[in-house]
């Protein structure tokens, strides 16, 4: 082990025990705020899944996440808790079989297309739960009672939920960084650095993409039935392509091509959002804390176009620089003197 | 003494685009211990061919047969599969990957076993020990750990051809492996194409004339989507037609 996975492997423990203790000194919105975080970095995973990892960008996570999500409610009963044991495999396992289908039809197209038909299919799901009473309209409809696991598991408590999730959080964490080293990780790489080579080797390509497709709109489930079940509440606008957006946004912010992008991406996202909604701080302007939002998204993708977790190295970078040009300034001055 | 087993064989191939017709009922055989060499002018038909013998895509009408199967329903990755290597043109290596990982991920196509999810793709003997191999018959044995894109024009395309030998293949399709290779570069590409002839069938797309007959043990001359010869460089250079057609130009 080299020193740069031992660095990554480092951070993503501190990261992970950072979070652990973290209701040890937070209320309970500081607790409720993570926990939605956390929901939306296991989201982040999913689409770093397919974009970072197999390079096709995706501008329809939102229907997975939002079929995830109606799933928990639809399926949960008003007299009694549903069992975890089957409501959770059976939202996540609704959201594969969407991605399925709409993945096994949009993998025939490439590129700019790719990106319109995800995107219409998504609108697609959107129209269907807000305009048809299948899923409450356009008002959505209540999580009466949470799911629970015997009585181990009480979801209703924000605590139980928030180390839930935190659980669910570094399984979909850990799946990924193995599956991406496995054969199947490198062949989604292949896959995205060059696709013809990856053919005229003997790789089937379009199975490949479609499995990495399915298990990315699945894990986007995930994230919604946690979300779900975290608000108690579903509504069309969680399968809108604003969220769409968002997740991609994120995964930009913090770094295609690396799962820890996605953590990073999908904390400093929420906290920025937090932070130019905050009307202690932007008084009258928290009202246009897209605006703020929007110009820090600009500005850090314009001086990190790798990311956030690029940060270091460039910091490294500009440091030499600073040094090496300092000394080529200084050459040029004693050879003109 | 030559073996005479037919690996590849392309028989009455034609392709058209709309009205043009790139290639006009061309017949190639590629016989295992040979060299075949494909010369023709720019625009001959040459990649053309090559493209369809290994499926990149389907010839207007004509067969191709691989180890005497039919495949030309077949798809690209599984003539590959079954033993078609090609390296390309321009080169289409993973430019951020290692040399290492490169000849890996090749050889890997040969062992996909895409389920075992949680097992690294390093600790699959078959294809880390073939990338080994590949990269050492072509020369790349001491850059295992560079990255692709780093390398010189030269040893990007030997990495080329070792992501080629990777796969195992019994037919080599190498579409001008000299292309923009200096004199030592060129000498140590013959020497390895030598080393190949003896367990492969090798087409040769290349406009290298002096290493074309060199190492040619049957040339095919292409003019405009037609096979005017085919035959030994003695056949060749003395052949009126391609004198004619195309030796003749320029001199």
């Not at chain 1, 994230?223 to 946004?249: C, I, Q, R, T, Y």
């Amino acid at each position: 082990m080299n020193n740069n996975e031992t660095s990554k492997l480092a951070f993503v423990a501190v990261f992970f025990v950072a979070l652990a203790s973290f209701p040890l000194f937070s209320g309970n919105f500081g607790i409720d705020l993570v926990s939605k975080i956390m929901i939306n970095a296991i989201f982040a995973l999913s689409l770093e899944l397919i974009v970072g990892g197999a390079g096709l960008v995706c501008f329809g996570q939102a229907a997975f996440f939002g079929i995830g999500a109606y799933m928990a409610v639809l399926l949960s009963s008003d007299s009694g808790p549903a069992s975890l044991l089957w409501l959770l495999p059976v939202a996540v396992l609704a959201a594969g079989l969407y991605a399925l289908v709409v993945g096994a039809l949009s993998l025939r197209t490439k590129g700019v297309y790719f990106i319109m038909v995800t995107l219409a299919f998504a609108q697609m799901a959107y129209f269907v739960v807000h305009d048809t009473p299948l899923g409450g309209g356009s008002d959505g409809i209540y999580l009466t009672i949470k799911p629970v696991l015997g009585s181990v598991l009480d979801l209703d408590s924000p605590v139980t939920m928030y180390f839930f999730t935190l659980a669910c959080l570094v399984v979909v964490f850990g799946f990924l960084a193995v599956l991406l080293r496995s054969r199947f990780g490198r062949a989604l790489a292949g896959i995205r650095v060059n696709e013809q080579r990856m053919r005229a080797t003997g790789f089937s390509t379009y199975p490949y993409k479609l499995a990495a497709f399915t298990l990315s709109g699945a894990i986007a489930g995930l994230a919604g039935f946690l979300f779900a079940v975290k608000d108690g509440f579903v509504n069309p606008e969680m399968m809108s392509w604003h969220l769409s957006g968002a997740v991609l946004v994120m995964i930009i912010l913090g770094g295609l091509g690396h799962l820890r992008g996605a953590l990073i991406g999908a904390f400093v996202f929420a906290l920025l959002q937090e932070l130019f909604k905050s009307e202690a701080i932007f008084g009258e302007f928290a009202k246009h804390w897209h605006l703020g939002l929007g110009l820090i998204i600009i500005a850090a993708v314009a001086l990190l176009p790798h990311g956030l977790v690029d940060l270091p190295a460039q910091l490294r970078a500009r440091l030499a620089g600073g040094l090496t040009g300092d000394s080529g300034l200084g050459g040029a001055a004693t050879k003109k003197g | 003494m030559k073996q005479t087993e037919i690996l590849l064989r392309g028989i009455n191939i034609t392709r058209r685009w709309g009205g043009l017709v790139a290639v006009n009922d061309v017949s190639i055989e590629l016989a295992r211990g040979t060299v075949h060499a494909l010369i023709g002018t720019n625009g001959a038909g040459k990649s053309t061919l090559i493209n369809m013998l290994s499926g990149e895509f389907p010839p207007s009408t004509g067969t191709v047969e691989l180890m005497g199967k039919d495949v030309t329903a077949w798809p690209q990755d599984r003539r590959a599969r079954a033993g078609l290597g090609r390296s390309y043109q321009r080169n289409t290596i993973y430019p951020t990957f290692t040399v290492f990982e490169n000849c890996r991920l090749a050889a890997q196509a040969g062992a996909q076993k895409p389920w075992l999810w949680w097992q690294s793709a390093n600790a699959c003997e078959f294809s880390t020990s073939a990338a080994r191999d590949a990269a050492a018959r072509a020369g790349l044995e001491t850059m295992l750990d560079r990255q692709a894109g780093m390398l010189s024009h030269g040893q990007k395309r030997q990495l080329e051809i070792a992501m080629c030998l990777a796969t195992k293949p019994q037919v080599l399709l190498l579409d001008e492996p000299l292309a923009g290779m200096g004199a030592d570069e060129t000498e140590r590409m013959l020497k390895l194409l030598e080393a190949l002839r003896a367990d492969h069938a090798i087409l040769l797309v290349e406009h290298d004339m002096d290493a074309v007959f060199r190492i040619a043990d049957v040339i095919t001359v292409m003019v405009n989507g037609i096979k005017i010869a085919s035959g030994n460089a003695d056949f060749i250079r003395n052949s009126p037609e391609v004198r004619h057609a195309y030796l003749g130009e320029g001199h």
